[in-house]
């Protein structure tokens, strides 16, 4: 059974360029989380998607990062006209429904460089 | 803020002895869960303990959890070099279906 799937695992992009990462969740997962982890600190949510429907988006910035999670294909994340302060690891994890009787299984995380 | 708080936020031990995190949270919790990273890696789930739990064990871990105290602890016994790495607790709380991590616990074994 195929864990997390997480890619690019590295990403340079150029200050102004966008970013895409994807993130395929564990088979049988239908819960879809992003979180980004700043160097030596713990992990900050971002946003909590199901299929075609965003749950919980509180921990996005307003501007630049958008989520999705289509019927078909895996879930994206998007920041547009990155920053410098966007050099981060972005980790996305999946569980199945019953989230409160669950583990959240994560992936190996993408890390984003903005030069 | 951190819903979850880890102490010591750095540990160095040898290897053959037993290492200690704790956690403490704020606010009331479904579940409280233990992550292992290795570095620049993710996150490992290590065990998970509901909140009608007060000790679970997998192998060389053991968790506790006191919900009087909001608090939890990581026991790893007899470590080893290979449990070195940076532990994190998360908690899941009331209706929420997103994990809150702390700042974790950097722990280094040294032969």
């Known amino acids: 059974n195929a864990g997390v799937m997480q890619n690019p695992r590295h990403l340079v992009r150029r200050r102004g360029q966008e970013a895409r990462l994807r993130c395929s969740p564990m088979?049988?997962?239908?819960?879809v989380y992003w979180y980004r982890q700043l160097p030596e600190e713990g992990l900050k949510f971002m946003v909590y998607?199901?299929?075609?429907?965003?749950?919980?988006e509180s921990g996005m910035p307003k501007e630049r990062f958008s989520a999705e999670f289509p019927k078909e294909g895996p879930s994206i994340l998007r920041i547009q006209q990155v920053v410098r302060g966007d050099s981060a690891a972005y980790f996305c994890?999946?569980?199945?429904?019953?989230?409160?009787?669950?583990?959240?299984?994560f992936g190996e995380g993408s890390w984003l460089t903005v030069v | 803020s951190q819903q979850g708080e880890e102490d010591p936020q750095a540990l160095s031990i040898q290897e053959g002895e037993n290492a200690t995190m704790n956690c403490s949270y704020k606010?009331?919790?479904?579940?409280l869960q233990w992550y292992r990273q290795n570095s620049g890696r993710g996150l490992v789930h290590l065990i998970l303990?509901?909140?009608?739990?007060r000790e679970k064990h997998s192998g060389r871990l053991r968790v506790t959890l006191d919900t009087s105290k909001k608090s939890s602890s990581l026991l790893i016994t007899a470590s080893r070099a290979a449990d070195t790495a940076s532990y994190f607790c998360?908690?899941?709380?009331?209706?929420?279906?997103?994990?809150?991590f702390g700042t974790g616990t950097r722990l280094q074994v040294t032969l």
């Open positions: 998360a908690t899941l709380t009331g209706t929420a279906s997103k994990l809150t």
């Open positions: 994890a999946s569980s199945p429904p019953s989230v409160h009787e669950n583990t959240i299984y």
């Open positions: 606010t009331s919790i479904n579940n």
């Open positions: 088979k049988g997962h239908s819960h």
């Open positions: 998607l199901q299929k075609e429907n965003i749950i919980d």
């Open positions: 303990i509901r909140s009608n739990e």
